[in-house]
T-cell receptor
Framework: GENVEQHPSTLSVQEGDSAVIKCTYSDSASNYFPWYKQELGKRPQLIIDIRSNVGEKKDQRIAVTLNKTAKHFSLHITETQPEDSAVYFCAASRAGNQFYFGTGTSLTVIP | GAGVSQSPSNKVTEKGKDVELRCDPISGHTALYWYRQSLGQGLEFLIYFQGNSAPDKSGLPSDRFSAERTGGSVSTLTIQRTQQEDSAVYLC??????????FGPGTRLTVL
């Protein structure tokens, strides 16, 4: 089955700096890669996703890049703000199969 | 429209008792997932339903755990003879096929 690894497990950045979280996956058939943000005590919420026919996607301060050859994808947050502090999960899936989640990255943005 | 709902929001039970957790997915969503999240940990996959196909039960940690999905909609996760290590937040999610998952608010289970 699929195996998704996520790094780093914790990340601290100064407000205004950029944050990058990386995930690798093992199943070359995976074709959908969402990122979820989970604030303390809340449910995971989708913040951005990318499909295998696209190399990069951007939504305001958030971007995701996908390298199918290397089987890795990354989340980029620019101009970080304290409200970006949360746990971020990456995931990989393919049609008809379950989602495989990374172990999460706890991001702290220091004001 | 209505999102994924779960009930109860909190459940406290005694060791050895059985519990049932309910998930109401978004209407029309064909896929339904159950996850377990212990405090400060990641999402542990439990079971996945997709349409009328046989569920993927590969994540269920023991035979004390079971789940069913009636009529392709509501799902119930049952834990028999609960143990203290079963204490966690149980999250349900639904999606249309294997598109974006939407999570419910979770059920916080505490086994005393």
């Amino acid at each position: 089955g699929e195996n998704v690894e996520q790094h780093p497990s914790t990340l601290s950045v100064q407000e205004g700096d950029s944050a990058v979280i990386k995930c690798t996956y093992s199943d070359s058939a995976s074709n959908y890669f969402p990122w979820y943000k989970q604030e303390l005590g809340k449910r995971p919420q989708l913040i951005i996703d990318i499909r295998s026919n696209v190399g990069e996607k951007k939504d305001q301060r958030i971007a995701v890049t996908l390298n199918k050859t290397a089987k890795h994808f990354s989340l980029h947050i620019t101009e970080t703000q304290p409200e970006d502090s949360a746990v971020y999960f990456c995931a990989a899936s393919r049609a008809g199969n379950q989602f495989y989640f990374g172990t999460g990255t706890s991001l702290t943005v220091i004001p | 429209g209505a999102g994924v709902s779960q009930s109860p929001s909190n459940k406290v039970t005694e060791k050895g008792k059985d519990v049932e957790l309910r998930c109401d997915p978004i209407s029309g969503h064909t896929a339904l997932y159950w996850y377990r999240q212990s405090l400060g940990q990641g999402l542990e996959f439990l079971i996945y339903f997709q349409g009328n196909s046989a569920p993927d039960k590969s994540g269920l940690p023991s035979d004390r755990f079971s789940a069913e999905r009636t009529g392709g909609s509501v799902s119930t996760l049952t834990i028999q003879r609960t143990q203290q290590e079963d204490s966690a937040v149980y999250l349900c999610a639904s999606s249309y096929s294997t598109d974006t998952q939407y999570f419910g608010p979770g059920t916080r289970l505490t086994v005393l």
